[in-house]
């Protein structure tokens, strides 16, 4: 039944990559096109003009819209994964003898798994956490807090582990990293577009220099309207079932889902990374939320009150 599941979420996962693909470039027309509606109206201007002043203003802009939605999608999928561990200060984990359990662990776990062993990463930081990342099996990486390699028993960080590489089964890696770096990206463009308006209106004071500092500033704060208001509730929409069904795929590879409920436990307490403060898009990768900020109705994550009853509840089966 479990396989059966991973299947049927993998095929989910690839239905809704090609969704995104499609929707990004629509909210982003759509964010424009909000913000050159509240200008005509804080402007003044009749409604039928403002409409029309609009449309020649997408038109214009149309294919530069295109053109960035075409970039941000090659580069999700070609350097996402090398984004992600740079946000989160990631260096790869050294093959030397304080880590060869750690190795051993991830290597014994894919093999169950029945997928290449992931590369390993460390994240220099006492709190406890972890995300996988990459493009599929062959290309994905996971990375481990120093504070779990620590603080957490054998059992319970093989668990974690196992939560991770089911992630990577479930090809749950793909679809959160074109999201995270997508919105990343996004966000970046939106201060190029303010920076660029500013210079615009300090270097002209000609109609054509006002009208494009305008224009810049208006693609500016569309982008920031959508990497603060629309992207949050797309990560929460994709990102709560997926840690469900990482648990439950963590569990069916190790046989042992009370190891990782004890492991999300402790986790719980001191999950925050600080390095991902600047970088909020990447908690929904992490295996617990690592912002200051835990819980609340955009919470990328289930609670782990709810994660570690269902996982109690899977140890009658095995």
Known sequence: MQSRDIYGHIASNNRKIVGLVL?????????????????????????????????????????????????LTLASFNLGDKMMLMFAGAKICPKDKKYTQIHKMVENIALKA???????????????????????????????TTGIVEKLEPIELEAVIS???????????????FVITG??????????????????RNRSSS??????????????????LFKYLVAPFIQMALSRTQEFQADATGAYITRHPQALASALEKIAVDPRLESLDSSTQMASACICNPLKKIGGLLDTHPSIQERVKRLQNMAHFY
């Open 23 to 71: 929707l990004f470039p629509i909210m982003l027309i759509a964010s424009v096109y909000v913000f050159f509606i509240l200008q005509a109206f804080i402007s003044g201007k009749p409604f039928i003009q403002a409409i029309h002043e609009i449309n020649e203003n997408l038109i214009e802009i149309l294919p530069l819209i295109l053109i960035l939605a075409t970039i």
């Open 163 to 177: 939560h991770e590489i089911g992630h990577i089964m479930n090809r749950d890696i793909r679809l959160n990293m």
């Open 183 to 200: 919105i990343g990206i996004i966000g970046t463009l939106g201060d190029y577009f303010i920076r660029a308006s500013r210079r615009s």
């Open 207 to 224: 109609k054509n220099g006002r009208k494009s500092a305008i224009l810049f500033l208006t693609i500016g704060l569309a982008f920031y």
């Open 114 to 144: 029945g997928i290449p062993a992931p590369k390993v990463y460390l994240i220099s930081d006492e709190s406890l956490n972890a995300f996988a990342t990459g493009y599929s099996p062959k290309s994905a990486s996971i990375s481990l």
